[in-house]
């Protein structure tokens, strides 16, 4: 096997699988696609002009093999393609190590398995690589059983774009639990909480629906993009003296140590697997809280008011569209893939 330019098949075509194909290709990588026939990713990997097979037949041919569906499908599809098709020896490699860390799936034996991951969406992705960078990512090795799985991953990850930022080494523990931990305590399930809350105090001490949401989510981004270009330290530069004080004083009325707390909880439920197994039951049972508890994110009032405003602001239509940073659910011709 070449461990600078291994034949690759990618299976998933969704915004981190398109991206990562991509990449590749235009890396000098030969890269297959491994998609379910008929399905509307097929349609957009031959448009992509990449050679597309079933998941078993692109699997047989590779050296590497990229699992780049859903973390809840990902079971079955090892069980059922992967592990009766790849080669002896090749090279199992996940963008999240959810599956093999919480040990629902358990690779074979005499298998390389890797893991890279960007820290950022598919459509970052690709636009990064496209004008010469790169978004850093993380790798990590879960057996090397030939001696090379860490060339290997480099290689993948160099691949991407991803080693134009230094990658970082890391495990699937560690990958795994700090990745759920953002997720639920901080970048979503934390700031839409902040979010709402926000604006429903504001809301129901008798001010505009309108204003409060400029104040609460409109204006977040401001202060997001100034925290990703230069942390903390940025933002305190661009913010006003009014806004310094005022941060510095309050914040940890809302942010204090309960919060702190609860989110301790939140990790300890990801590190001891309580997060992973009621998801996991979730999943099985058909989804119905989980749909529900979605449907209510959606129906929340702030969502009528933001979607009024922003009908008015015309510099989004032509906004690039990212796509989400967390996974989501199966999409239909992801999952049978």
Not at 70 to 90: K, R, S, T
Not at 138 to 153: F, K, P, T
Request: aromatic share 8%; proline share 5%.
């Amino acid at each position: 096997m070449s461990t600078s330019k291994p034949r690759i098949a990618i299976v998933g075509y969704g915004s981190q699988g398109r991206a990562h194909a991509l990449n590749l290709r235009d890396s000098g990588f030969d890269v297959t696609i491994g998609l379910r026939p008929g399905g509307p990713t097929e349609i957009k990997a031959r448009a992509d002009g990449f050679a597309v097979k079933t998941p078993a037949e692109a699997v047989k041919g590779a050296e590497l093999v990229a699992v780049l569906t859903p973390d809840m499908v990902q079971p079955q599809l090892y069980g059922e393609v992967i592990e009766p098709n790849i080669a002896p020896g090749a090279c199992l490699l996940f963008a999240h190590g959810f599956n093999v860390h919480y040990e629902q799936i358990n690779p074979r034996d005499d298998l390389d398995v890797v893991l890279v991951a960007p820290k950022g969406p598919g459509a970052l992705v690709r636009r990064e690589y496209e004008i010469g960078r790169g978004v850093p990512s993380v790798y990590a090795i879960h057996q090397d059983r030939s001696g090379n799985a860490e060339a290997l991953a480099l290689a993948y990850c160099g691949g991407i774009g991803g080693a134009r930022q230094n990658a970082i080494k890391t495990t699937f523990k560690e990958e795994t639990e700090t990745d759920l931990f953002g997720e639920q305590a901080v970048l979503c399930g934390g700031a839409t909480k902040l979010v709402q809350a926000g604006w429903e105090t504001l809301v129901e001490a008798g001010y505009q629906p309108e204003v409060a949401y400029y104040e609460c989510l409109h204006e977040l981004k401001l202060i997001v993009d100034l925290f990703y270009e230069g942390g903390i330290t940025r933002m305190h530069e661009f913010i006003s003296e009014t806004a310094q004080y005022g941060a510095l004083t309050r914040g940890s009325y809302v942010i204090d140590d309960n919060a702190k707390a609860q989110m301790k909880k939140v990790l300890e439920e990801i590190q001891d697997g309580t997060f992973a197994r009621q998801w996991i039951a979730e999943y099985a049972a058909g989804n119905a809280n989980y749909k529900a508890m979605k449907q209510g994110d959606l129906d929340h009032p702030i969502e009528a008011v933001g979607k009024k405003l922003r009908a008015n602001m015309k510099w989004l239509a032509n906004a690039p569209q990212p796509q989400a940073a967390a996974r989501p659910a199966a999409q239909p011709e992801e999952a049978a893939a």
